[in-house]
């Protein structure tokens, strides 16, 4: 699969977006590595997140979910964040993908 499919919450059999199918901006989902709840943000395709250190901080504490390309888990941005590997990139702690949480656009 490709990073741009990625990027785009593309699916890898359908090309389906399935990133924003069954839930809503300000929608509460359930970790699925520590079970809290993280609040569903949805960026816009064309909108550009730089995470600098305040914004890793603010992502934090609204606790914003990431879905994994990989397996579909909703993680909280702690989570995600908390399993990254040496350069900063995401690994799921589900399918151990890196590079799989992503947040959710539409």
Known sequence: MGMFNKLFGKD???GES???SKVKN???VTCASCHCRAQIKIFESKQITILGP???ESFAKQNIALKCQGCDSYLCFSCAMSNSDATG???CP???EIAGPYFIVG
Do not use: N, Q
């Open 12 to 14: 890898k059999r359908s």
């Open 18 to 20: 399935t990133s924003t």
């Open 26 to 28: 300000g929608m509460y």
């Open 54 to 56: 305040d914004a890793f």
């Open 89 to 91: 990139v995401p690994k």
């Open 94 to 96: 589900i399918c151990g």
